[in-house]
T-cell receptor
Framework: EAGVAQSPRYKIIEKRQSVAFWCNPI?????LYWYQQILGQGPKLLIQ????????DSQLPKDRFSAERLKGVDSTLKIQPAKLEDSAVYLC???????????FGPGTRLLVL | EDQVTQSPEALRLQEGESSSLNCSYT??????LFWYRQDPGKGPEFLFT???AGEEKEKERLKATLTKKESFLHITAPKPEDSATYLC????????????FGKGTRLSVIA
């Protein structure tokens, strides 16, 4: 069974630029999550989708971050404009099949200069 | 507010030297406690889920236990390949709540 796929793996941008990350969850998983992991910290949820609907986006900085999951499968997370403090690893996870366990992708490492 | 605290922050062991990692939690009602392993440059890898006090799960050299206030991850006779960051997370009973993670314990096993 293929795992959660993410791209790109690394991204370096200047502050005030925009960036987008892509995630393809495990096949059949209805729930998709985006987390932000700052160096030395545990992952923090940004947004949770159930199929193509948003379940929880309470910790998403909506003035600069946006996410979508149009067809209930893959998802994109966008930052516009980026700030220095957005430097982090952005992790995508999925769950489904009646189980709560979340399976994570390899992450996208973002450096904002 | 739900909180998860992991200790120690870092642990250095000799190969074969058994030890335990701690995860203490304060939540309104526990729905599940999750242990993950994270290698440098990779996403967290699922290890165990525990649901009720007294429950234990084992996998190779790892054994996770749960009480009403904390969980332990026991590592028996560790090997260098066990070196990683171990993350603990909780999910509460309150609706569609997200996983709340601790900061992790960085484990180094020296040959």
């Amino acid at each position: 069974e293929a795992g959660v796929a993410q791209s790109p793996r690394y991204k370096i941008i200047e502050k005030r630029q925009s960036v987008a990350f892509w995630c393809n969850p495990i096949s059949g998983h209805a729930t998709l999550y985006w987390y932000q992991q700052i160096l030395g910290q545990g992952p923090k949820l940004l947004i949770q989708f159930q199929n193509n609907g948003v379940v929880d986006d309470s910790q998403l900085p909506k003035d600069r971050f946006s996410a979508e999951r149009l067809k209930g499968v893959d998802s994109t997370l966008k930052i516009q404009p980026a700030k220095l403090e957005d430097s982090a690893v952005y992790l995508c996870a999925s769950s489904g099949g009646g189980r709560e366990t979340q399976y994570f992708g390899p992450g996208t490492r973002l450096l904002v200069l | 507010e739900d909180q998860v605290t992991q200790s120690p922050e870092a642990l250095r062991l000799q190969e074969g030297e058994s030890s335990s990692l701690n995860c203490s939690y304060t939540v309104s009602g526990l729905r599940g406690l999750f242990w993950y392993r994270q290698d440098p440059g990779k996403g967290p890898e699922f290890l165990f889920t525990l649901y009720s006090a007294g429950e234990e799960k084992e996998k190779e050299r790892l054994k996770a236990t749960l009480t009403k206030k904390e969980s332990f991850l026991h590592i028996t006779a560790p090997k260098p390949e066990d070196s990683a960051t171990y993350l603990c997370a909780v999910r509460t009973n309150s609706g569609n709540t997200p996983l709340v993670f601790g900061k992790g314990t960085r484990l180094s096993v020296i040959a």
